[in-house]
């Protein structure tokens, strides 16, 4: 099977969490032969699950890592030691593992597992996709939960409360497994290990890694500075942040005012339809110089803003870029970078 291919394949809408425990028998549950840490969380489980991943390293440990999504190619989403997963090393995985009643997420999960078991890695850090309860992720029985935060965000999926979406998330938490959790996740985990805000949400990432391994009586803080891209990250002119949820733009304003106080900013924003966008916009209003909406050629993002000035991604040349994973990388490409056109 092609790699392709996975995108005809089924979306995580729709929960295969029993077909994907029957592959995972099937396949032996690769997971087993290493450990584990899970990470599930609103926002900032990718952060901190690369900085978890880049401090083991440090140590000498042989470390998988699984995040998602990806910016421009969706290897990006397994790695051993920081090495992306090769292409022709994925496909004779997907032909391993393609099952018709899983979901690509599904596959690309057990994709990592068998990588993980067939480099042998010592622990692998295991972002999980969507919830935590029902995904794909959580057919392992880890060392160590992490909760980084509870806010609303695919509400379609795993309720309109907050309370219902931490009910999802706590699906992760398993019996005598110690669990770490983010400041937005500690009312609703009050018997957990609890990290306090921060005035950054960078800051705060920092600080539940920190903890987290602190958990495992690891103390090293040498790859705790590690972010993925695109975290409150500045390219020329542009400070590029994949917050899409109206709780991450809040945490995106407040790193605006920590690093840069009294100042106001030009954004330039697109949404998946299934986002919160007005209120997105209405958390960084007080620092918005302006607010334009970006015109992408990838049709899982929002055409219409009612009210708002619509500009093309070439038009982009300052400012802060935010709203979805996917603008970023086509924003990105009018530098001459790839840009591919995929919902992995």
């Not at 972010?227 to 590029?240: A, D, E, S, Y």
Request: aromatic letters at 10%; a neutral charge.
């Amino acid at each position: 099977m092609h790699l392709d291919q996975l995108l005809n394949m089924p979306g995580r809408g729709r929960i295969t969490f029993d077909a994907m425990k029957r592959a995972d028998l099937k396949l032996g549950s690769p997971h087993k032969s290493f450990r584990t840490i899970h990470v599930a969380g609103t926002n900032g489980k990718g952060s901190v699950a690369t900085k978890i991943a880049s401090v083991l390293q440090n140590l000498g440990l042989k470390v998988g890592l699984y995040t998602s999504p990806h910016i421009w190619r969706f290897t990006e989403r397994i790695r051993v030691n920081g090495q992306m997963i090769a292409e022709e090393t994925a496909e004779l995985l997907l032909d391993v593992v393609h099952d018709p009643t899983l979901s690509f997420f599904d596959c690309l999960t057990l994709m990592a597992f068998l990588h993980f078991a067939r480099e042998k890695v010592d622990i692998a850090v295991i972002e999980a996709g969507l919830g935590g309860r029902f995904d794909a992720t959580n057919v392992i029985t880890p060392i160590l939960s992490v909760i980084t935060s509870i806010g609303y965000d695919h509400m379609a999926i795993l309720g309109n409360t907050l309370d219902a979406i931490a009910y999802e998330k706590a699906g992760i938490i398993k019996p005598n497994v110690p669990v770490v959790v983010g400041s937005s996740a500690a009312p609703f985990f009050p018997t957990a290990i609890h990290v306090e805000p921060k005035p950054f949400y960078e800051l705060e990432n920092r600080a539940i890694a920190a903890k987290a391994l602190q958990t495992l009586d690891i103390w090293q803080t040498a790859g705790l500075e590690t972010t993925p891209p695109c975290r409150f990250q500045k390219i020329g002119n542009i400070l590029f942040d994949v917050a899409h949820n109206p709780q991450a733009f809040e945490r995106l304003a407040e790193g605006l005012k920590f690093h840069f106080p009294g100042k106001k900013f030009p954004f330039h924003l697109a949404f998946s339809m299934d986002k919160d966008w007005e209120g997105c916009v209405n958390a960084i209003k007080p620092i918005a110089s302006s607010i334009r909406m970006i015109r992408s050629r990838l049709p899982r993002l929002r055409q219409e803003y009612p009210g708002f000035e619509m500009i093309d991604p070439k038009e982009v040349e300052e400012g802060v870029v935010a709203g979805s994973f996917y603008v970023i990388a086509e924003i990105q490409s009018q530098e001459g970078a790839p840009f591919r056109l995929s919902h992995l």
